[in-house]
T-cell receptor, first 109, second 114 residues
């Protein structure tokens, strides 16, 4: 079967750095997505990786290793507004999105 | 309006009721999706309308039925639901051209079945 694993919950301190990991086992690979979802709101697109390496976008970076079936989302200079759930999703060989259950990130002052 | 709009935002219904969820996208996308989101579970794909062709997930109970009258509108008709159907129902759209396409989500309908 297809599977996406990510931690259920993480806690970090305002101003610090946090890394949210995602491992996947899917039938083929056609890209990996990270979405942010605040409570009661729509998931919003953060990043897309299809080649190995690091993609940087402001305070957020996303890394991919296809050989290891592994990705992480790195958030720097954490702000209270970064408290949200972070969803990892992989597009398989049929171009269907396989989703993880999400990581709830709690930021403390 | 821009983006993906879902109505209503909240819905409470009895098990014998019939109701419909509405989704509208103003992005010119050619694919639309219904997802179910339950606490601490991955998003569950329910239905896809892609290039006007419906792709159905066989595990979705018949008490859920989608309708896509055109590329901008998507409905989810609900009847005789069960309490375990209580969840957040998300609509999304995408443009299926080229290698990359991401999804744009609506804010969802929080459904409670009593």
């Amino acid at each position: 079967g297809q599977n996406i694993d990510q931690p259920t919950e993480m806690t970090a301190t305002e101003g610090a750095i946090v890394q949210i990991n995602c491992t996947y086992q899917t039938s083929g690979f056609n890209g990996l997505f990270w979405y942010q979802q605040h409570a009661g709101e729509a998931p919003t697109f953060l990043s897309y990786n299809v080649l190995d390496g690091l993609e940087e976008k402001g305070r957020f970076s996303s890394f991919l290793s296809r050989s290891k079936g592994y990705s992480y989302l790195l958030l720097k200079e954490l702000q209270m507004k970064d408290s949200a759930s972070y969803l990892c999703a992989v597009r398989d060989s049929n171009y269907q999105l396989i989703w993880g259950a999400g990581t709830k990130l709690i930021i403390k002052p | 309006e821009t983006g993906v709009t879902q109505t209503p935002r909240h819905l409470v219904m009895g098990m014998t009721n019939k109701k419909s969820l509405k989704c509208e996208q103003h992005l010119g996308h050619n694919a639309m999706y219904w997802y179910k989101q339950s606490a601490k579970k991955p998003l569950e794909l329910m239905f896809v309308y892609s290039l006007e062709e419906r792709v159905e997930n066989n595990s979705v109970p018949s008490r859920f039925s989608p309708e896509c009258p055109n590329s901008s509108h998507l409905f989810l008709h609900l009847h005789t639901l069960q309490p375990e159907d209580s969840a957040l129902y998300l609509c999304a759209s995408s443009q299926e051209t080229g290698e990359y396409y991401g999804y744009t989500f609506g804010s969802g309908t929080r459904l409670t079945v009593v």
